[in-house]
């Protein structure tokens, strides 16, 4: 039964997962709202979905927590940005709910923050949503963040499979073990052929529960309507954004051409499309996919701000101040459509002049200068135009006297000529600059030269000084990748050349590696290819680092701009006297911070804010994940083969099923970039060891994570499911978590397709630790992309490695899943797929996996996901929490101050498959290190009956500076060991942190 | 006003200089031929005439000077481009006293003049070939990576490429612009070496014109006005193939000029002048 249960709960779970998601998300939303509206009365369309709860709940703890929770609830979405927050607000709701809290919802999963309303939840759910609860929490918890995206398809039978859920969890509760062997497919078949009829009688016999639903579904309308109205959600947000903690609205200052400030609320989830869009409306600009937003990242680094991805993950600490800017310099200007596009590059072009950027000689300065007076006061007026009205323009680094004079000599040659006139003709001699264009970013080469690396629209540009002294342009290429703070680009072989050569280049940290990997995807899809990689379109976004370019390229950009069929727009040219020039100065309202209080005040739950505290500080973290997995008897003996390094199959039927659960169709696609990641470590664990940059698979955790909390998001998106899932991707991909990543450069015709990213194995360690289906998914894109890359692979140590790993993990993961069945991979999926595949898949598949990964990925997600479902039903035992800190102080050897140690465990799991007795089979320890990060694996395997349970327990000891998010790098690691073993569940988590108190930079 | 990089191959002036007397024995050469002088001059003195005489520019000849046996090559000792003119730092040092003299010719034409101070650069103007859109210079004996960054930085509005030159003198010992847009070069391999690492360095497209002799792809393009595509390049009596190649140029205005007897010393067409623009400045 609970096997079945869980396969079906599994399945369920897609479903429930989307109701759950909602609920989670919306409850965060409208539960936080209803919360705050318990306490403050708020909207009814809030507090339907509360009310619910609260009826459920009915306990008024929630309420005043839920009020107080509402706020902290949205910061865990906001987490991902901000380390601040406990790693609560990283766990998977499940998780987040401690040892004290007997039972989490899924919703508060969504809200790892919200301990307290998940407490008030807890309460309801024993009351009524309990079964709800539980298989939410299970499967629902991690599934709803994750699969929110997924859901929308599966709203509707979400709730039936909600209330067949709740049925399903309380008998796995109850028979957990038993028959967790049931086949997956069975599940899904039950799942179909229930329909919606089953659903009906759940819901009648849990009015609550459907209620909830019907409430879970309006609000996901609401979600959706959000998305659509962005504005009108905004507004509403706002409204209710004092009281709700979703509707956070911020103030976005964005620095416009012209040194004028453009202030702009947005919702605090926004994508960055929303603001960038606000920006183009309010310059009425048309051609707007040669510009983007920018902003400085805490190192001040300019980083692009992706359109598809929620702006507070990218921005994480810094202010919420951007600059609008040129991404993407016209090599031909004079082919833009308006005046007023050519004006905003001339704006933009005028900063790169006058900041150095764009070095020109005195001539040229000369030149430009008196072409830029021109456009701004027209024809020359000697009475009115003297020297000094021209100090006032910058027209470059080091102005002269003698430059000023040249300038007004050439200006009073351009009598006659029309602003527009001297736009073009400025632009006509600027784009003829050598350094038009490019973007440059410092690198040194494999001797360690201090090189730049140059992006441009031909291709990628190697100087030393000024000298360019190598050149490869975008034909010449074959592959794009970064693995940690490495850069390498494939080249084809000439002529006289047999084979392929990779060229490294060393940046100065990952996070440039990058940076300047996702310049050179964007600048080879928008300059190079005449779409962008099409096949993949929704796919651009992968797993992990997958990142694509999904705008717009040239060639489309150029033919949507020549469909524009409007009366030029008038535009004031405003003067571009220094006076008016402040790129960045700005002041920023630290939206971010005051968010933070919120949060932190919101997120009472001790531990949580400890955490908090802690993650800001030197830390090390033990965390001890305990995974187990049952097989059937049957499956055991595929179990025993699989390869699963530090896996070990246990015969003991145990309640992990439902634990599996934990997929969730928002997180799975970020799961699945760190599966991807993770599947690289699972080859070698060693290999993870190599991995410096555990900070960025962290941060791309913690992008996962707020996913999973923003089941809003997701829900909105429905109908963007794939997009929603890419811009995850992305996300997690430009979180940087991705320490690898793999672009093939495809030829114009050729869909982009055969660009992939592949992330490093820091990821795979994580995953070890926790075994996630998610994980299962990013494996088959791994595979995918091996496939691709595979040649280029080799070539490439890094590509190759991820390869590699990828299908190393594939094998891997069959083997793990095999207990559950490998056959349900192959089997299951299909029908899984069919329903909660497809949209799951097409999340994961989205980003980079190809059409053949799908395959594969909605196998995994299949798998993954029922079992992810039940893992979200952890519960925190204090018991537990009190042996695992014991283990986490033994085996932590810190140094430091603050010693935290917080146990999260899986109330069904823990106690009966502990408690069981068995036969051990086999039991062995891996070990793998890397810099911040030192896993230990134990893997013991054990009959019991006729079932075989392999329980893995990894240490996890992240060790770092203040640079690293340990609450991040932590949920990263859970996150990971669940991609790797989809198909088991985790019991319990135990965090151990030490800190040292000096320093707090977050 | 001429726009920014436009009227390549256009020029008013050109800066010679009279040849040596010590040019016949102590001038650098990597041959070992013997030269005559009368011959040099004769040479040169066609040279001066058909820029003076048949294309029109102001030719500023600069007095020889015995102690500068290799001072007829004024190529080296400056790069002019625009309005602007970089006194090189050549690689031999015999010849860096040479730049004294184009120092002051140059500045009384009233062009900027940067000059190459820096004691760990040295570059030789036939090292620096400049297509109207952009610059290689040639890392050889005579220049440096040193040198060539200072030229990147005295020339902002132009890429500047290096090109690594093995087994010949200079860059443009192998190649030169026979029109906009259009490289002749030679036919060797270190000739094609270079030729595939500029193609490679370009963002532009540049047509080739591969002559068998690589001495004769040295040649002088010039857009004048009322002539046209103006070409200076070897005689038939020099290269017969190589000049063929470039009597396909029906476009152009050939004029063959004899440097046969220089050519003993590593001297290509182009190193006997500056040209220099002043209309095209701003």
């Known amino acids: 039964m609970t096997t079945e249960v869980g396969s079906e709960t599994d399945v369920k779970k897609e479903p429930e997962k989307v109701p759950e998601v909602q609920q989670q998300t919306e409850p965060q939303q409208t539960e936080q709202p209803d919360k705050a509206a318990d306490s403050a009365a708020q909207p009814a369309s809030a507090s339907d979905d509360q009310p619910q709860e609260e009826s459920q709940s009915a306990e008024a703890k929630s309420d005043p927590e839920a009020a107080a929770s509402p706020e902290p609830s949205s910061p865990p979405a906001a987490g991902g940005q901000k380390k601040d927050k406990g790693i609560s607000r990283f766990l998977p709701p499940w998780l ?71 049925k399903e969890v309380k008998e796995v509760r109850e028979e957990s073990r038993a028959e967790e062997v049931q086949v997956e497919e069975k599940d899904k078949e039950e799942e179909k052929s229930i329909g919606s009829a089953d659903t009906q009688p759940v819901r009648e016999e849990k009015e609550g529960e459907s209620e909830v639903k019907e409430s879970e579904e309006q609000t996901e309308k609401k979600e959706e309507k959000k998305e659509e109205e962005q504005v009108n959600q905004q507004e509403t947000s ?18 416009l051409l012209d040194g004028s400030q453009f202030s702009c609320e947005v919702e605090k989830r926004a994508k960055g499309q929303y603001l960038f869009f606000q920006v183009c409306e309010q310059l009425n600009l048309l051609e707007k996919d040669y510009f983007g937003l920018s902003f400085k990242d805490n ?167 000024r000298l360019r002294i190598n050149r490869f342009a975008w034909p010449k290429i074959l592959k794009i990748s970064y693995k940690r703070s490495n850069f390498y680009i494939k080249i084809r072989p000439g002529e006289a050349e047999q084979f392929e050569s990779t060229v490294g280049f060393k940046l100065p940290n990952h996070r440039a590696a990058k940076r300047v990997w996702k310049v050179c995807v964007e600048h080879h899809t928008f300059f190079r290819l005449v779409s962008p990689e099409q096949p993949t379109k929704t796919k651009f976004l992968t797993l992990g680092s997958k ?127 760190k599966s991807a990641e993770v599947k690289p470590e699972v080859n070698g664990q060693p290999e993870v060891v190599e991995v410096v940059e555990e900070t960025v698979v962290i941060e791309e955790v913690v992008k996962a994570k707020p996913k999973s909390p923003t089941p ?168 537990f929490a009190a042996q695992k800190t014991e283990i986490s102080t033994k085996e932590v050897p810190i140094v430091h101050t603050e010693t935290k140690t917080i146990t999260y465990e899986a109330a069904q799991l823990d106690g009966n498959g502990d408690g069981e007795p068995g036969v051990l089979m086999t039991a062995q320890t891996i070990t ?75 | ?52 005489h048949r294309l029109g520019l102001e030719v500023v000849e600069l007095p020889a000077d015995d102690a500068l046996p290799d001072s007829v090559f004024v190529e080296d000792v400056a790069v002019v481009c625009g309005d602007t003119a970089l006194i090189t730092r050549p690689g031999a040092e015999s010849r860096r006293k040479e730049t004294e003299a184009m120092k002051t010719a140059l500045t009384e034409l009233g062009l900027n003049i940067v000059e190459m101070t820096d004691e760990s650069a040295t570059l030789d103007g036939g090292d620096v070939l400049f297509t109207g859109r952009e610059f290689f210079v040639g890392l050889s004996k005579r220049t440096n990576q040193r040198g060539a960054e200072i030229l990147a930085d005295v020339f902002k509005d132009y890429a500047v490429s290096t090109v690594p030159v093995q087994d010949r003198l200079h860059l443009k010992t192998v190649c030169s612009m026979a029109a906009p847009g259009l490289i002749a070069i030679g036919s060797s391999e270190p000739a094609q070496k270079v030729l595939k690492i500029m193609q490679q360095m370009s963002d532009h497209k540049y047509d080739k014109l591969t002559v068998p002799d690589d001495y004769a792809a040295n040649c002088i393009y010039m857009n004048l006005p009322g002539k046209g595509d103006v070409l200076l390049h070897c005689t038939p009596e020099e290269f017969p193939e190589s000049a063929k190649v470039f009597e396909k140029l029906k476009d152009h205005m050939l004029i063959p000029v004899n440097n046969q007897e220089k050519a003993k010393v590593d001297g290509g067409l182009t190193c006997l002048s500056v040209l220099i623009n002043k209309k095209n400045n701003i």
């Open chain 1, 96 to 166: 987040k709910r401690q040892k004290s809290l007997s039972q989490d919802k899924p919703a508060e999963s969504t809200e790892p923050p919200r301990q307290e309303s998940v407490e008030a939840v807890k309460e309801e759910h024993e009351e009524t949503s309990q079964p709800k609860e539980e298989a939410d929490g299970e499967g629902g918890a991690t599934t709803s963040t994750e699969q929110t995206e997924e859901v929308k398809e599966v709203k509707e039978v979400k709730e039936v499979k909600e209330v067949k859920e709740v």
């Open chain 1, 238 to 255: 706002v409204l209710s954004a004092l009281k709700l903690k979703k509707m956070k609205m911020v103030v976005c200052h964005v620095t």
């Open chain 1, 547 to 673: 990142f694509r370019y999904s705008g717009r390229t040239q060639a489309q950009t150029r033919q949507a701009s020549s469909l524009i069929d409007r009366p030029a727009p008038y535009f004031q040219r405003t003067s571009s006297k220094r006076i008016s020039r402040s790129l960045d100065g700005a002041p920023v309202v630290n939206v971010s911070d005051y968010s933070q209080a919120l949060t932190a005040g919101a997120g009472e739950n001790g531990p949580s804010l400890e955490l908090n505290s802690d993650s800001k500080s030197l830390e090390e973290e033990l965390t001890s994940l305990f995974l187990s997995k049952a097989c059937f008897s049957g499956l055991a003996g595929s179990c025993s083969a699989d390869a699963a390094p530090a896996e070990a199959s246990k015969v003991s039927a145990q309640p992990e099923v439902p634990q599996q659960t934990p997929p969730r169709p928002g997180t799975d696609s970020r799961d699945a970039s």
């Open chain 1, 299 to 465: 190192a001040e680094q300019r980083c692009w701000l992706d359109p598809t991805k929620e702006i507070k993950r990218q921005i994480r600490n810094s202010q919420w101040q951007f600059a609008f800017s040129v991404k993407f310099y016209p090599p031909d200007p004079s082919q833009l459509t308006e005046d007023i596009t050519r004006y905003l590059l001339c704006l933009q072009l005028r900063q790169d002049i006058a900041s150095g950027r764009l070095p020109c000689s005195f001539v040229t300065h000369a030149l430009l200068g008196s072409y830029t007076l021109q456009a701004e006061l027209g024809d020359h007026d000697p009475e009115e135009h003297r020297l000094d009205y021209i100090s006032d323009f910058q027209f470059a680094p080091n102005q002269t006297k003698e430059l000023e004079e040249k300038v007004v000599e050439l200006h009073k040659s351009h009598r006659g000529m029309t602003p527009a006139q001297a736009d073009a003709q400025f632009l006509e001699n600027a784009k003829k600059l050598s350094m038009y264009g490019v973007d440059l970013h410092h690198a040194k080469d494999s001797e360690g030269v201090d090189i730049m690396l140059g992006v441009c629209a031909n291709g990628l540009l190697i100087y030393k000084d």
């Open chain 1, 928 to 1002: 793998s290190e890397s810099l911040c990060t030192t896993t230990t694996t134990h893997i013991t395997k054990t009959l019991k009956g006729g079932l075989s349970e392999t329980r893995i327990e990894k240490r996890i000891v992240i060790t770092g500076d203040s640079d690293i998010d340990h609450d991040q790098a932590l949920a990263q690691a859970i996150k990971e060991a669940k991609e790797q073993h989809p198909d088991m569940s985790v019991t319990r988590v135990v965090v151990h942190k030490e800190t040292e108190l000096a320093e707090d930079d977050d």
């Open chain 1, 712 to 879: 809003e998001a997701a829900v909105t998106v429905e109908t963007e499911h794939a997009a929603e899932v890419k811009e995850e991707r992305s996300l997690s991909s430009d979180s940087e978590s991705e320490d690898e990543a793999e672009y093939h450069a495809q030829p114009p015709s050729t869909s982009v397709s055969a660009q992939l990213i592949k992330e490093e194995p820091e990821e795979e360690q994580e995953a070890d630790l926790t075994q996630q289906a998610p994980p299962s998914v990013i494996e088959s894109q791994p595979i995918t992309e091996a496939a691709e890359p595979a040649p280029a692979a080799e070539e490439e140590k890094p590509a190759a490695q991820p390869e590699e790993e990828a299908c190393a993990d594939e094998p891997l993961l069959t083997p793990d899943e095999a207990p559950n069945g490998h056959a349900l991979q192959d089997e299951a999926p299909p029908t899984l797929k069919a329903t909660a595949a497809e949209e799951e898949e097409p999340h994961i598949v989205n980003g980079s996996a190809s059409r053949v990964e799908t395959e594969h990925l909605p196998q995994v997600i299949c798998c993954s996901e029922p079992p992810v479902v039940k893992t979200e039903m952890v519960t925190i035992s204090d018991t």
């Open chain 2, 1 to 52: 006003m001429a726009g920014l990089m436009s009227g390549f191959g256009s020029f008013t002036h050109a800066v010679v200089r009279a040849v040596p007397q010590s040019l016949a024995k102590e001038a650098l050469r990597t041959g070992s031929q013997e030269v005559d002088l009368l011959k040099v001059r004769e040479e040169y003195d066609e040279y001066v005439s058909v820029l003076k």
